[in-house]
C-alpha cells in the first residue's frame, strides 16, 4: 500500500508563510516528478509547482517568485515554502507523485489526501 501524507496546512494572514510536506510511505522502488495542485470550490484543480527527480523545477505564473519547491529524496518528501500569501492563495492544497511500487516496472500517479490553506486577516 502506497499513501502520499500531506501535512502543515493551516490559517495565515496575509503576508505570512507556511510550509507544506507531503511524504510518500509504503513499498516503493523509485519516485518522478512530484507535484502540489491546489483547488478552491466550483474551479479545476490547478498545478502550483513541480520538481523532478533530479531536482528540475517549475511552478506556475500566479505563484513565481513567493513559492518554492523542493524535496528530500532519503525521507520520499516534497516540500512546499509558501511565502508572500495572499487570500487568492487559499484553498485546499494536494501533493501528486509518480512513483514505481515494489515488484511493479510501471509508474503510476498518486494522490494525498489534501491540506487546507486559507489566507486571511
Known amino acids: 500500500q502506497v499513501q502520499l501524507v500531506e501535512s502543515g496546512g493551516g490559517l495565515v494572514q496575509p503576508g505570512g508563510s507556511l510550509r507544506l510536506s507531503c511524504a510518500a510511505s509504503g513499498s516503493i522502488t523509485s519516485i518522478g516528478t512530484m507535484r502540489w495542485y491546489r483547488q478552491t470550490p466550483g474551479k479545476q484543480r490547478e498545478l502550483v509547482a513541480a520538481?523532478?527527480?533530479?531536482?528540475?523545477?517549475g511552478y506556475a505564473d500566479s505563484v513565481k517568485g513567493r513559492f518554492t519547491i523542493s524535496r528530500d529524496n532519503t525521507r520520499n518528501t516534497v516540500y512546499l515554502q509558501m511565502n508572500s500569501l495572499k487570500p487568492e492563495d487559499t484553498a485546499v492544497y494536494y501533493c501528486?507523485?509518480?512513483?514505481?511500487?515494489?515488484?511493479?516496472?510501471?509508474?503510476?500517479?498518486?494522490w494525498g489526501q489534501g491540506t487546507q490553506v486559507t489566507v486571511s486577516s
Open positions: 520538481i523532478t527527480s533530479g531536482g528540475s523545477t
Open positions: 501528486n507523485s509518480d512513483l514505481i511500487r515494489v515488484g511493479g516496472t510501471v509508474s503510476y500517479t498518486y
